[in-house]
T-cell receptor, first 113, second 113 residues
Framework: DAMVIQNPRYQVTQFGKPVTLSCSQT?????MYWYQQKSSQAPKLLFH???????NEADTPDNFQSRRPNTSFCFLDIRSPGLGDAAMYLC????????????FGPGTRLTVL | GDSVTQMEGPVTLSEEAFLTINCTYT??????LFWYVQYPGEGLQLLLK?????DKGSNKGFEATYRKETTSFHLEKGSVQVSDSAVYFC????????????FGTGTRLTIIP
């Protein structure tokens, strides 16, 4: 089945230690998104890629970066995680930006010690 | 800015009970409206959607009607099952705008046999 895969499902890191979360897709979609979902809060869009074009949300901290080396993979890099960055990180894809359903992965739960 | 307000949970119902989860929105344009469901351990899945006023979205026995006059998109199901236990998210998107999904905080639903 075509799907969105996130690895790992659970990630523990230390305060200030860089961490990378991974997302891959077999849908061959043009757009890949990263959302942050803190406990009991709404998912919040951090940024998205349309093909190789990166689009950052205005309020996404500089601590969060992303890479998309090819159509299938997208990475979320947190350069210096703080305790406030502990959250579920959701990856999603869509075929196009306009009027297209987003397909979500299962998420990676990040714990910062 | 655009926002979605959802009924706070958790909601606990007995099997075969009637379900309503309230959702209201604030938007600058004419949004498309969505309900997403997140089953335990899985990613968000699109449950249903409506793209204009008075449209009714339906899927798996769930329904929601786009009410522009009350800016609402309440989710209903006539007879819930244990397998409906999940977290439900209401969301909006402004078509041909920034296409960003804006989510509510989610409502956890538990159905007891």
């Amino acid at each position: 089945d075509a799907m969105v895969i996130q690895n790992p499902r659970y990630q523990v890191t230390q305060f200030g230690k860089p961490v990378t979360l991974s997302c891959s897709q077999t849908l061959n979609h043009n757009v890949m998104y990263w959302y942050q979902q803190k406990s009991s809060q709404a998912p919040k869009l951090l940024f998205h890629y349309y093909d190789k074009d990166f689009n950052n949300e205005a309020d996404t901290p500089d601590n969060f970066q992303s890479r998309r080396p090819n159509t299938s993979f997208c990475f979320l890099d947190i350069r210096s995680p703080g305790l406030g960055d502990a959250a579920m990180y959701l990856c999603a894809t869509s075929r196009e930006l306009a009027n297209n359903e987003q397909f979500f992965g299962p998420g990676t739960r990040l714990t910062v010690l | 800015g655009d926002s979605v307000t959802q009924m706070e949970g958790p909601v606990t119902l007995s099997e075969e009970a009637f379900l309503t989860i309230n959702c209201t929105y604030t938007a600058t344009g004419y949004p498309s409206l969505f309900w997403y469901v997140q089953y335990p351990g899985e990613g968000l899945q699109l449950l249903l959607k409506a793209t204009k006023a008075d449209d009714k979205g339906s899927n798996k026995g769930f329904e929601a009607t786009y009410r522009k006059e009350t800016t609402s998109f309440h989710l209903e199901k006539g007879s819930v099952q244990v397998s409906d236990s999940a977290v439900y998210f209401c969301a909006l998107r402004i078509p041909f705008g920034n296409e960003k999904l804006t989510f509510g905080t989610g409502t956890r639903l538990t159905i007891i046999p």
